[in-house]
């Protein structure tokens, strides 16, 4: 496994790689690698002749009142998992690496950009495309792998890719779950053992709303004031964003329900 | 010399050429072809082995008020004028075949994009953008090729390149005048006889300016008094957008003497 930091070193790599007729997979993360990661490497993996894993906390998405400063960073467990999973090259360059001081541009996919998660993080997404389109431009993957946990972000990113005509085949990858199924997140390392616990709710209420609609229950309003009254009994949750399931991102509960069918 | 209309079969045959190891020079047009895109095809063919020539009139980058619809064309005398130059391809995609009926996506080189003449065209530098870069990842060159005379533009297609790491080398050509030295446009075709001998104060101002400041006047706003004076003498000329020449955008006067030095 290789490491490389520096962009121009990436990039001149990757191109040779193509040369020489290489499958390119790219699994990109912020690391702290959880299963969930792991599982788009592993697909990878199977999928391309050589993986490159990048990780980038990459400070355009973070807003000002955010996370950047304390998002989790373990590179040295990183490194240990990727070599274990038989990755190529890891890329991990500084935020000074990828953005010049003078760094101007924006790419953004509108309207998606301000709905649901966008709605509350309002650069959040155009900072994502930004930096994604920068490393598919660096890495040249023909395939590159996201989680559906994020599952607005995955429709925002194939949709920037078929309008911008990048030649790279987006791969969406179902989520992957704690035991008592939490979907797999950085993130979780925030929670006290009490919100851990009571985070549990999140998953339940997607079960019980499928389990409503599949029930015949059609009145989307009436199985969202379902879902809130659950939230509201749970003690960590203070405040629902929101919770919805209309195009053009596709509805997380009939996501669910086409993953319980198959 | 082929004409490819259609985005997947122009994209297939690019990634094909770059297999076989070709060098793909790209000089992108919105056709009405004159001597002007006539220097850059030939600095494409001298420079590459594949020489592809977009006519493309990019509806994103026209303000609601101006002159999409008007805009001159005639590809059968573009067809005519690239074959005579030994171009091996023409990619005339349809606006439709650009861009679907949701698409969504935009890209932006800030704060260079409203000033100069994004001061008075506020959408034309971003459609700018996102156009070329979807030509750059469709037709993939090595080397594309722009002119001066939109100097603006030319920074800020370089500086989105850099930004956002797309691997092609920008090159600039001078401005190509008319033998008054009216620098070449194809909207130069809207000018009535008077508006077209008028036009030549344009360039006799930068030569004044440029003369000025060789013989030493240090103050840009006195050599703008004077040329706002002669313009304001030349009768089809009824304002001034702007006449500057400051970071980030190379000064146009600068620009001038460089080339009367070379």
């Known amino acids: 496994m290789q490491l490389i930091e520096k ?59 955010e996370d950047l400063d304390r998002y989790p960073r373990d ?15 890891i890329f991990n360059p500084d935020p000074g690496e990828m953005y010049d001081r003078d760094f101007n541009t924006s790419v953004s996919v509108k309207s998606i950009n301000k709905i649901m998660c966008g709605k509350y993080r309002p650069i959040h997404f155009d900072g994502v495309c930004t930096a994604v389109l920068k490393l598919l431009n660096i890495i040249q993957p023909h395939v590159s792998y996201f989680g559906e946990k994020d599952y607005q972000q995955l429709v925002i990113i194939k949709k920037m890719v078929r309008d911008l005509n990048v030649p790279v085949d987006i791969v969406g990858c179902p989520v992957v779950r704690e035991k008592d199924g939490l979907a797999m997140s950085s993130r979780n390392k925030y929670l006290s053992p009490v919100e851990r616990k009571d985070a549990t709710v999140l998953y339940m209420c997607l079960k019980s709303a499928a389990e409503s609609i599949k029930n015949g229950q059609k009145n989307l309003e009436k ?23 209309l195009e053009p991102v596709k509805s997380r509960i009939e996501y669910f329900i086409s993953q319980q069918q198959n």
């Open 7 to 65: 962009v121009t070193e990436m990039q001149e790599e990757s191109i040779s790689l193509r040369k020489k007729g290489e499958k390119i997979g790219l699994v990109a993360t912020m690391g702290y690698l959880h299963d969930g990661h792991l599982s788009l490497m592993r697909k990878a993996r199977e999928a391309c002749t050589m993986v490159i894993t990048s990780i980038f906390v990459n400070p355009l998405q973070f807003g000002p009142n």
């Open 75 to 89: 590179l040295k467990r990183d490194f240990e998992l990727a070599k274990k999973l038989d990755i190529d090259y």
């Open 223 to 245: 199985i969202k004031e379902q879902i809130k009254e659950t939230f509201f009994r749970t003690p960590s949750i203070e405040d629902v964003d929101y919770f919805r399931g």
